[in-house]
C-alpha cells in the first residue's frame, strides 16, 4: 500500500536531533521508526514497550542536577580535551 497520510508533530529540537543521530546509525529515519512503531501497536494492541517513572537514588539525582548545572554554566567548571591533561590536573600540587 503506498504512504499517503502525513503526521505532524511538534517535539524539542534537541530530541530530534538525537532521535535522527541514533536511527541514522541504525539505518533508518523517522519515518521507518514511527511505521514499525505503529505496526507493532497494532500487533500487539498495546504500546510495545514499558513505561514507567525512573527511580534513581540520590545519588543519581544529585549528579543529574551537576550535570545540568554543569551545561548551563560550562565556563565556571574545569575541562580537558584530553585525558594527558586531566592527569597532569589531578597530579598537580596546585589547589
Known amino acids: 500500500m503506498p504512504k499517503t497520510d502525513s503526521i505532524n508533530i511538534r517535539i524539542e529540537p534537541e530530541l530530534k536531533k538525537s532521535v535522527e543521530e541514533t536511527l541514522d546509525y541504525l539505518g533508518m529515519n523517522i519515518a521507518d521508526a514511527v511505521t514499525i512503531f505503529f505496526k507493532q501497536i497494532v500487533l ?6 514499558i513505561i514507567k517513572k525512573p527511580k534513581y537514588n540520590k545519588e543519581t539525582i544529585e549528579a543529574i542536577r551537576e550535570s545540568k548545572e554543569m551545561a548551563k554554566n560550562p565556563n565556571k567548571y574545569k575541562s580537558f580535551d584530553n585525558i594527558k591533561e586531566l592527569m597532569e590536573d589531578l597530579n598537580s600540587d596546585e589547589d
Not at 44 to 49: A, L, Y
Open 44 to 49: 500487539t494492541e498495546s504500546i510495545p514497550f
